[in-house]
């Protein structure tokens, strides 16, 4: 069989034989061939609001009737954009925001990195450059999120990356308040994921998020939360950040926004990052997409932020959450896998070391259920929180019996 024309995004160019996915509904999915799988992985951590939702199709078609897009530059706007930013502007855990919209997660990491490098400029600080991310980290695939990555795999080959950009171990807050005494008037922002998704659904320890707002505080730097998975129910908030007390200065967000019906994402910028943005008259901010506050994308992400208010879907998740982790650990209790971990409605088991997590996935698929290997020893499940609780069940059963 020859290879596709499409060289797909994460895959060996040389594979032949893909999954081809044809239609959903719910929390379930269907391939060509007819056979149904339970998404436990929400597609990449996406689809919050379930498959078939007419509701957001519908909000899509009507905005691209009257306007399917403009662009967003100077002097224009539309409405969609406006209001996606006012909604969004009303849940953030963030200090008087203002929303800056992207495609997706990369774009908006990229941007929350530049627009916190350009903060400090105006401020009268062009020395702070410097980005401190951490271990097991994933932001993205765009030169600036790559860089600030703490997968090493994913940045080899790619050449030189961005410079001034510090990536310390995972939760070790001593190592950070080290290179805060060392290099603190440097220090651009420290950014993180609220529960760091892709690089294994790792939580962070007990303190360390506010270890991480105390130091940025104590040294004028910004604490942007990656929020890309992690947002919008995914941990039973609206922003993951809230579950763990913390107010960031800057969030990035994509994902869980418009549950995938149509690329969006953004920064959420908060009052330290808007003041001395907004404090010279003539500044023009020299940073933007050309998709950037599309209007259909925006009304996209309204109508999908509407389902999970209305549908309650933030008090969903923990039940979610809580079912899946439960059937996880009894698994783990009965030694068939070695380590269960995550928060929220995101989790993921550590194998043991005879186990290959793609073989593994490969056996689920085989058995209806889509999960998502990550490294040498994870799995990881991730499903839409309207997922029932007999499909859950389902995910639970077929991971023991492919690992059987």
Not at 327 to 334: E, Q, T
Request: net charge negative; hydrophobic share 45%; glycine share 12%.
């Amino acid at each position: 069989m020859a290879v596709s024309r499409f060289l797909h995004p994460y895959a060996k160019p040389t594979r032949t034989d893909f999954v081809t996915i044809v239609r959903g509904e719910g929390a379930r999915v269907y391939d060509a061939a007819g056979k149904e799988y339970v998404d436990a992985m929400a597609s990449l951590w996406y689809m919050n609001v379930g498959y078939g939702r007419h509701r957001i199709v519908d909000a899509i078609a009507e905005q691209m009737r009257r306007l399917p897009a403009y662009n967003a530059f100077d002097p224009f706007t539309n409405e969609p954009a406006e209001r996606l930013a006012d909604r969004l502007a009303g849940i953030a855990p963030v200090d008087d925001p203002r929303i800056f919209l992207t495609c997706d997660g990369s774009e908006a990491v990229d941007s929350a990195i530049k627009l916190a490098r350009i903060a400090h400029v105006q401020a009268g600080q062009p020395e702070r450059t410097i980005i401190v991310s951490r271990g097991l980290a994933y932001h993205g695939v765009t030169y600036g999120g790559l860089t600030a990555q703490g997968l090493p795999a994913n940045q080899a080959g790619f050449g030189p990356l961005v410079p001034d950009f510090v990536n310390l171990p995972p939760n070790d807050l001593e190592a950070m308040a080290t290179l805060f005494a060392e290099q603190g008037d440097r220090i651009a922002a420290v950014i993180t994921e609220p529960i760091q998704g892709a690089g294994g659904v790792h939580p962070p320890v007990e303190g360390y998020l506010p270890g991480l707002r105390r130091l940025c505080d104590q040294h004028g730097a910004f604490l942007v939360m990656d929020e890309v998975i992690c947002a919008f129910g995914r941990l039973g908030h609206w922003f993951g950040t809230e579950r763990f007390g913390v107010r960031p200065d800057l969030i990035t967000f994509a994902k869980g926004v418009s549950s995938g019906y149509i690329p969006v994402g953004g920064v959420v910028v908060g009052a330290a990052v808007r003041a001395p943005l907004e404090a010279d008259p003539a500044f023009v901010l020299r940073h933007g997409h050309t998709y950037s506050g599309h209007a259909a994308a925006a009304a996209g992400a309204l109508a999908a932020l509407d389902i999970t208010a209305d549908e309650g879907l933030l008090d969903r998740s923990k039940v979610v959450g809580d079912r899946l982790a439960d059937g996880l650990r009894s698994l783990a209790a009965d030694g068939v896998v070695e380590q269960v971990r995550g928060d929220g409605a995101v989790w993921a088991v550590g194998l043991a070391p005879e186990h290959d997590p793609t073989a593994i996935r490969d056996q689920m698929l085989g058995l209806g259920v889509i999960t998502r290997a990550i490294g040498t020893d994870t799995l990881s499940f991730c499903p839409p929180l309207v997922i029932t609780d007999d499909e859950i069940d389902r995910v639970v059963d077929g991971l023991a019996t492919a690992l059987d």
